[in-house]
């Protein structure tokens, strides 16, 4: 507690010091800076971008986590980094990247781009958007600060009770994951309701379901996913939590619990996840390759057809995690045989890709080299994954490096490739300059051959019986090259993403101007100004078909015909209260964190006062009117 006191006061002197000062126009001059208009932003597309920043400080976080992990395993007996802090960097890294990397960055591509493709002016509740998205940074912040202050997590990232629980992970290490994963949940979960309902209800006039865009159909369903997804996971952290803090027996066995049970809720959560991350990345194909084909995407029913098959089945499938914990042949066989069944969907997508570009006039642009590399890495990792899903098989692959190739193979082939296209796609749009295609072109290559001269020789690894999350290996079995190899791969990865650093960087202070629609673009946040203006559309669209934009530049219109007059428009004002409540909820947990019930329930008493000051509010937001706009209108 009076540690929490000391650190509030301290920041109070930071904020006096940074802004000039403390006297009586301290609060104005507060108000004025920019880090304070970005703190209170509710603007769709400025929350976007700090998912962007926050996913890319993660990703920097997590990747140089994995390779202190790979110079560990790249010699046999090496002794750089052993035993417990391997543990917690192994089990951070996995954390880190699936929590607070690979969503987070598709969120900030769908916060941006998602209402501007259905032609809307915001998303549904800009007010939760905007505690989406700092309860996520807070759960990551929390996360990661057990880095400082007790030991981080390091049960893996699945947290497997009863390893995870008191008896097996004493010290704090687990409640960070337990707390922090909780506080990030309830912003990832808010988003996904955020989304759904922004998509459901925002739609420009004519803009049917089987007119979106694929990238917001993608939205759309791992939305939904998220819906059902993620109760079950903050459940689970909950149960644990009690587990952990307050001596309570849902998994613990020795008091009567089951441990098989924290799996199954861990998997329920946890497979359709997967999806959660892939199908944005197929919804960003789907755009790109048809924009850089010039052509309409092959299958248009089937893929959205597709998408929501994937989604439905992603949830039936969870056991084939679990088939070597003797569940059964029954329970097992109906699991194969449901996972199995996934490929079918999937192919279809694939071969629609595939003759989406047959035929058609392909331009290989960064995102474009992107999503073709995505085709074949992800073809591969589904391969793995059917493999693994015959489970005689599985009892052999099951925890060694072939998983390890498998879902690498599946999550970078899949959704860091995905991102990665998406972003150089929509960098013109979301800021209004070119990224570099030259060193677009070397981020690609180096990334790519570095991926695959990583995981390649992994599936080797596996096949010759080299387990995951050990941090050592004998010479004279075989693994030392395949071993080697990976490590390389891993630097040459990592030079690629410098690539990417830079290009952002150069790009930042001398980006060349973009143009409103730079790729020739088929959907309609192609329509407007790069960047969009705060309000996106002067006037709502009027949408007559599929690919709205391309629709109207085919019968030689230079804009989308307007669904309303020109009026004033109405905008939601800045707010901090979510910044607050997430400070609340960050008090909390890291109160919890050491058993300070006091400051646990300090900061739910934060949380509960924002929510009441909320909830009295007057605010109905400002109008922005017709003259002002009149300079966007021409701009655009
Ligand atoms: C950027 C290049 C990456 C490299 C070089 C890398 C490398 C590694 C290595 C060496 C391991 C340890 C394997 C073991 O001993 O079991 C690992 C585990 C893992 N990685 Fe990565 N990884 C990368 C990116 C990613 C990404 C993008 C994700 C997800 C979005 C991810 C998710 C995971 C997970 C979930 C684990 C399992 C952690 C655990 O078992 O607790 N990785 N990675
Ligand atoms: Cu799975």
Known sequence: MATLIILIVVALFLAAILTGGYNEQYLDRVKQNWLWDWITTVDHKKIGILYLIGGGLFFAIAGLESLLIRIQLMFPNNKFILG???NQLLTMHGTTMIFLVALPVLFGLMNVIVPLQIGARDVAFPFLNSLG???YFAGGLLLNISWIFGG?????WTSYATLALNDFSPGPGVNYYVLGLQIAGIGTLISGINFLVTIINMRAPGMTYLRLPLFTWTTFVTSALILFAFPPLTAGLFMMMFDRLFETNFFATNGGGNATVWQHIFWIFGHPEVYILVLPAFGVFSDVISTFSKKRLFGYHSMVFAVVLIGFLGFMVWVHHMFTVGLGPIANTIFAVATMAIAVPTGIKVFNWLFTMLGGRIRFTTAMLFATGFIVAFVMGGVTGVMLAVVPADLQFHDTYFVVAHFHYVIIGGVVLGFFSGFYYWWPKIFGTFLDEKWGKWHFWLFYLGFHLTFF?????????MPRRVFTYEAGYGLELNNLLSTLGTFL????????????LRTVIKGQQAPGDPWDGRTLEWSISSP?????????????GLDAWWLEKQEGNDRMPPAEPLGPIHMPSPNYLPFVMTLGFFISGLGFVFHSIEVGFLGLAVVIVTLYVRSFEEDHGYHLHPKELEEGVNGS
């Open 84 to 86: 417990d802090v391997f």
């Open 133 to 135: 998205f700092w309860l």
């Open 152 to 156: 981080a997590p390091d049960a893996g």
């Open 457 to 465: 020789p992994q599936h080797f690894l596996g096949l010759f019986g």
């Open 493 to 504: 990865m990592t030079a690629g993403v410098f690539c990417l650093v830079f290009n952002v």
């Open 532 to 544: 969009p203006p705060e309000y996106n559309f002067a006037q709502v669209p009027q949408i007559r």
